[in-house]
């Protein structure tokens, strides 16, 4: 019989110290294996969170062919392009939802270099997993990077503004005023058989780094 049955007048008696240990043991061992049985769960969900971007990983979107060649004409003005994003799940038939990107072109390539420190690490590699500057042209997502509003180009002030919360960035997408905390979000860019194409990235809003939270799959 167990030592730690009842004891008369219902008070339980005191575990020897080995039982402790046991009951200890038990109760890392219950945490240990639900740990591993969370990272089996966990690596493959956030492994799917992780698009090979640049790479096929993500669905390449063609740019609306007038923006695309606007954009190839252009000099100092940046220029909004359309895209048409389509998403399908395995319940709803095929989504369309229109979308933008704003593209600029880059005639300095130094200069954008500098002016992006945060898009460069040292002797200008690109930080981002996939080209930056890509035909001379880079392509910023519409999204505000402080809490996910659309900016706007303001042509008399030379440039992006963001009604929201009045965050600033200059021509090249750099961070210049407001609560933003990193400048324009860059996306893959490429042309393929005459055809302009974006993937479409969203990145976490607000933090200085560029975590993506969803792509077009
Ligand atoms: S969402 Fe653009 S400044 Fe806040």
Not at 41 to 49: F, K, Q, T, W
Not at 105 to 121: A, E, I, N, T
Not at 145 to 156: A, N, T
Request: hydrophobic share 35%.
């Amino acid at each position: 019989m167990s030592s730690h049955a009842h004891a008369p007048g219902g008070f339980e008696e005191a575990e020897t110290p080995q039982e402790i240990s046991r009951r200890q043991w038990m109760a890392n061992a219950t945490i240990a294996i639900s740990g591993v049985i969370g990272l089996t769960l966990a690596i493959p969900i956030v492994g799917s969170l992780i698009p090979d971007v640049g790479a096929g990983g993500a669905a390449w979107i063609p740019l609306d062919e007038s923006g695309w060649k606007q954009l190839q004409a252009a000099t100092d003005t940046p220029v909004h392009i359309d895209i048409n994003l389509k998403s399908k799940d395995a319940y709803l038939p095929e989504q369309s939802s229109p979308q933008s990107a704003w593209g600029i072109k880059v005639k300095d390539p130094q200069k954008f270099v500098r002016d992006r420190s945060d898009l460069f690490g040292p002797g200008g590699k690109d930080m981002l997993p996939y080209p930056i500057v890509n035909m001379g042209f880079v392509l910023f997502s519409p999204i505000c990077p402080h809490l996910g509003c659309y900016y706007q180009w303001q042509g008399q002030q030379n440039r992006f503004w963001c009604p929201c919360h009045q965050s600033t960035y200059d021509p090249n997408g750099a961070h210049t005023g407001g609560p933003a905390a990193r400048g324009l979000d860059p996306l893959p860019l490429r042309e393929q058989s005459g055809v302009a194409q974006c993937e479409w990235i969203r990145y976490a809003p607000t933090i200085p780094d560029r975590l993506i939270v969803s792509y077009t799959a």
